[in-house]
């Protein structure tokens, strides 16, 4: 198998690091965040009583 110059590992890394960024852009901008219509959940607030 011949080898491979220098320059085309190159533009072969250049190539998959474009494509992996590219495809790390478009699955964080792909999913639409969900809007939340109830917000009438309430945190609860546990209170401790201390006796010392």
């Given at each position: 198998m011949?080898q491979?110059?220098?320059?085309?590992?190159?533009?072969?890394?250049?190539?998959f690091?474009a494509t992996?960024?590219?495809?790390l852009i478009?699955?964080?901008?792909?999913?639409?965040?969900?809007?939340?219509?109830?917000?009438?959940?309430?945190?609860?607030?546990?209170?401790?009583i201390?006796?010392?």
């Amino acid at each position: 198998m011949p080898q491979m110059a220098p320059l085309l590992w190159l533009n072969l890394f250049v190539m998959f690091t474009a494509t992996f960024i590219i495809f790390l852009i478009l699955n964080y901008f792909i999913k639409t965040p969900n809007k939340m219509t109830n917000i009438s959940t309430k945190l609860l607030k546990k209170e401790m009583i201390w006796k010392w």
